[in-house]
């Protein structure tokens, strides 16, 4: 009695498992927008698709008060102008209880069938998604399609495999027989039911929605709860179309639809977030933003499980290179790319004082500096192509942010307002790097400056730059550390940094990967080990405690016959 | 390189491993105390191990501030006159420390490979440990050899499994190649570390020091942790024990001892252990006690993982049965055994007011009460047999309860106090059992009465007696429920009450399996799912928080040509 959903995606679930296990490259989501992959039209259908959605109410067949909420602004400089169905939280909740009875019953194949069937329509609705993405978060298209669409859907999928690898291992049922010596054994049939926690409450940002947002949703899904999705203000399209996406495939395979709805809201909504998390019926929480949020949540809402995403301070330390250069490249690709708006985007770069060895040579540290700051300049030195890598700031507290930070350092790279081609209004501007020194400005190095704003930090050496990496990494949070070093000891004491950081390492990346980028599958994306985060995505304990296990037992009659007494 | 401890344990864990996936019956430690199995001389051996150690101070390796503690009172009646090396926490925290270095680098293999010596030389100890047990619990000495030896090593073997199962999955390494069209692959070295939280608090209780208390110790240990011991000041000696053989099977492996320490208290001990449990130091903690105690853990200790056994109602609803003298005799057992100071023990026993059905007609609801009391009372008509069976009362607060509880209804069994034919001074008190109303009593349903204290309390019906075993098990906790009926509808619906509730049901017991009694590697204890304890030992969910993975990436040749272009 397969569910026929679980059949028809047993195949890529199976190849999921086999990635999971080896971790070695493996997407079944193409990450390019072919015509060839996703259809001819595929593109020019999404945006049209997209286009249609602007200045209209978002059709949505759930509980609502009749009111429509909804404020979106493109950072590309235009009012979205799409209202949403209001709903209650009270009415979400009662509705998830009333859907949660059959989707309950149905059982493990059945959650992961329907999750899986849902992630093939979302990805069917890529570049709908990805214009959505671009618009609410400030991407620019290509990124906005990859991350917010085969990306997002490769972290929702590690989350189903991550969920169906636990369940899988639970049996049914099970009979328990235990010998007596000479009397019968005694002998009990058990059946062991697996029982979703209730309601998940997954609570989404503004630069990476579906991204950060997928990987609970879908969690909670695998293990057979409900969901209530309430997107960020400024970023609510993306996931309310995803929750469109997910009642139509629960419709269609039986199940009542309310087992995902959407909490659309008008900005400044944390009381009523605040209200809704502490619910009884609120079980799981997964939440993407700052630190006081999370840590608020982490804090309060002691009848959840609750996963947290939070602040961070992300570092590279740089000992010696072959080719400065290609590592300066690199790097200011990483600052540059969607305007350092990435929660794994760089910030902290510390070079010693005393310069680094080179291939060529010993380099003082303001030519590495220089060589950093010239390399994000030539990345962004014509807007026409720079746009297409920055992006557009996704709110006004960055750009703010930007001019605060201005005051802290001497000024390597100035930030600077381009002008977008194609968009008059777009918010866009150049990264800005800062010289600071370590023991002068000590304060400064851990705080997160959220957005295109980064540090070169002269240290005594690369011991200092590697305790420094180290300790704020385990007490202000990090989720990506790099390190540039020709010297196999600086390697492992980078290793033993990471170890102590509880963060992920990258090390001397000089070519196409770039520390800011995490592959499904193979990389975890935080590891829960320090502040940054509490939780990794994905792996066992992300998935672990979202559903129990509830048993009954009954005599039967034994199998075996009693020992022969000899 | 597998390590020789691992390489020695490696057939128990696989057995052990295939024992989870399958949920049958298996035990690895002999639950019989037999010479043939422990030695001839075992029980000679344990008996005066445990003798030996009496109006002595216990000697054990750790820092000590060099003053000592202790005052166990054997239940059956004279002070243990044991003293126990006094600790500073700050002292033991900073040994932790210490000894962590080289034991989170000895990676997963040593950290379970030690766990399994450590449990095997505990096995060899359990008649030691058993005496030990009876006199810190009050268990009579069959009880505490099965449940505090065998039984209690079974769960630790259990974590450790459990452990192992999911440390096993995550590959040390991984080579990642991505395509790039007619472009050289890009292609990553990946290595993954499992680090550990760091240091662990095992909070013991006074009932089942090493059946509570071993699955959060060796969950630890086999995720590379350190842990710090804190028996509960009534019931040191048999976690004592364990941690001074700890320490030996780690100093021989190599390793610093302090990777486990002790921490013998004094009672009233509250204070300090608040506040050892809010260090930052600590990241996990397992706690058995009471609900007040537990949730304070929950609520304030945010810096760790918590994991909880409180207090909880456990209920069986009678609706038919074939023989009611069978169905009383295996109430009544349940009820007597180690009179009643079980997590698992019944407490409210619903039988509808109008009687129920048996294969020999109906019997009124006074009938089934009377049954219940004369079972009892059967169970403890010979004192010399009885003894044996209830043990004796832990402290004075379970015998101030029976008091208590007399006057809350009509008495159908009453407690008395029986003389001990070996201890003159035991403390020991047959099963109170008393007879309520659902509807006049409701107030009186929802708290536990710890110790030999049971209701049998009528309702208007059996759906009345399941709501209440549903609502009350998901609104107060509890541990087990069990239903007696010859109705295949109301199994179901006792069915929906257990996911309801959140608890293990069990199913028309009338023989030689008891619903306080459960079965490591088969039965589930606790869910997790409703207040009494916010785990299950043993799941993936009991252990897959307890470490994280830290990775590193670094480029490495391709293995794969480019895709040739057609």
Known sequence: MTHPLFAK????????????????????????????????????????????????????????TGETVGSEVSPFGFPLGIRYPKAAPDALIAAAAVAQRDWRA????????????????????????????????GQAFMMAFQAGGPHAQDRALEAVVYAWDQLRRIPSEAHWEKPQGKNPPLAMQKRFTVVPRGTGLVLGCCTFPTWNGYPGLFADLATGNTVIVKPHPGA?????????????????????????????TDPNDGPL???????????????????????WLERNAHQAQVFTEKAGVNQIVIDSVDDIKAAARNIA???????????????????????????????????VAQAIATAVQKLVGDPARAVELLGAIQNDGVEHRIADARKLGTVLADSVALDHPAFAGARVRTPLVLQLDATQDAAQLTKEWFGPISFVIATDSTAQSLDLAGSIAAEHGALTLSVYSADDAVIEAAHEASIRGGVALSINLTGAVFVNQSAAFSDYHG??????ANAALADAAFVANRFRVVQSRVHVEPKAAPVAVG
């Open 9 to 64: 995606h047993e195949d890529t679930l199976q190849k999921a498992l086999s990635a999971i296990e080896t971790r070695g490259y493996w997407s079944p989501f193409s990450e390019m927008p072919s015509p060839k992959v996703y259809g001819e039209t595929a593109s020019a259908d999404g945006e049209a698709a997209f286009k249609a959605l602007l200045n209209s109410t978002f059709e949505l067949d759930q509980p609502s």
């Open 106 to 137: 149905a059982g493990p194949q059945a959650w992961v069938g329907v999750s899986l069937e849902i992630l093939a329509r979302v990805n069917r609705a890529s570049f709908e998604i990805g214009y959505s993405v671009m618009h609410t978060t």
């Open 236 to 264: 609510i399209l993306p996931l309310a179309l995803t929750v469109r996406i997910a009642r139509d495939v629960l419709r269609e395979a039986g199940f009542d639809s309310n087992v995902v709805t959407l909490l659309a």
């Open 273 to 295: 977030v605040q209200d809704l998390a502490l619910r009884p019926e609120i079980k799981l929480i997964d939440f993407t933003g700052s630190t006081q949020n999370g840590t």
């Open 333 to 367: 690709f990483s600052l540059t790319l969607y305007s350092g708006q990435m929660c794994t985007a760089p910030q902290n770069i510390y070079v010693p004082r005393h310069g680094i060895r080179t291939s060529e040579g010993t380099l003082g540290f303001d030519a």
């Open 527 to 532: 590891t829960g080990a320090n502040p940054a």
